[in-house]
């Protein structure tokens, strides 16, 4: 796993109470260094302090969503306060200050979750349609048929899975949880707000289609793909 803290002490701190958890722990003193081991080393886990410049880090924040590999990156982010930024979905938010040995079990026991939570792979051909959105698998983006000029959305990894379970069973409301289920797989330990974080990033991705109006929120319940909804025109 990667551990991005820019206090040298804290970071090898937390990395000792990982390894004596007995996983592989590679550090990263700034958000540079982090790109450069993701990509060299495709890590498990990141673990990262958001009170930093590095959780700032426009090209650290697109590495951890995934781009060109059916998954994002499990992130576990150290914040104080409540402050939450837009472009991060962590799995696993954990309140500053904390104790070295809690974090670590925290992560163990996520990482462990991850290992149970095996997900199908992303179809790599065939297109998948609910009313008029059509989403493309080879293209990996979503269209809303019979719009002039035809128009497509390029969807992450984490978005198109949502799509894809919310098309599959449309006109049909969608836990929280079930979603976690679906897309992040089951056993998952993925809060609400990641959920709804993502919810957030397809219906932007939508529209650009002027498709938005499809994914509909359904208070205290879920969310819903609304078949009727993608036939009007934005």
């Given at each position: 796993m990667l551990v991005i803290v820019e206090d040298a002490m804290l970071r090898e701190l937390i990395a000792a109470h990982l390894r004596h958890q007995g996983h592989i722990v590679l550090p990263a003193g700034s958000a540079a260094d982090a790109c450069r081991l993701i990509n060299e080393v495709q890590p498990d886990l990141v673990l990262l302090d958001g009170d930093t410049a590095s959780a700032r880090d426009a090209t650290l924040a697109t590495l951890l969503q995934g781009s060109d590999d059916d998954r994002s990156i499990p992130l576990v982010l150290l914040q104080s306060g409540a402050v939450e930024d837009d472009n991060l979905a962590p799995r696993l938010r954990v309140a500053k200050p904390y104790r070295p040995q809690a974090l670590a079990d925290a992560v163990h026991r996520l990482l462990q979750a991850g290992q149970a939570a095996m997900r199908t792979p992303l179809p790599t051909a065939g297109r998948l349609r609910a009313g008029t959105l059509e989403l493309?698998?080879?293209?990996?983006?979503?269209?809303?048929?019979?719009?002039?000029?035809?128009?497509?959305?390029?969807?992450?990894?984490?978005?198109?899975?949502?799509?894809?379970h919310l098309l599959q069973h449309p006109d049909r409301t969608h836990s929280r949880a079930e979603l976690v289920d679906a897309v992040w797989g089951v056993g998952a330990e993925v809060d609400t707000r990641t959920v709804d974080q993502y919810v957030r990033r397809l219906r932007e991705a939508l529209a650009t289609v002027?498709?938005?109006?499809?994914?509909?929120?359904?208070?205290?319940?879920?969310?819903?793909?609304?078949?009727?909804?993608?036939?009007a025109d934005a």
């Open positions: 493309d698998f080879e293209m990996r983006a979503v269209q809303r048929l019979g719009a002039t000029p035809t128009r497509w959305a390029d969807l992450a990894p984490t978005e198109l899975r949502l799509l894809q002027q498709a938005e109006a499809a994914l509909k929120t359904v208070r205290g319940v879920g969310y819903r793909i609304d078949q009727s909804a993608t036939h």
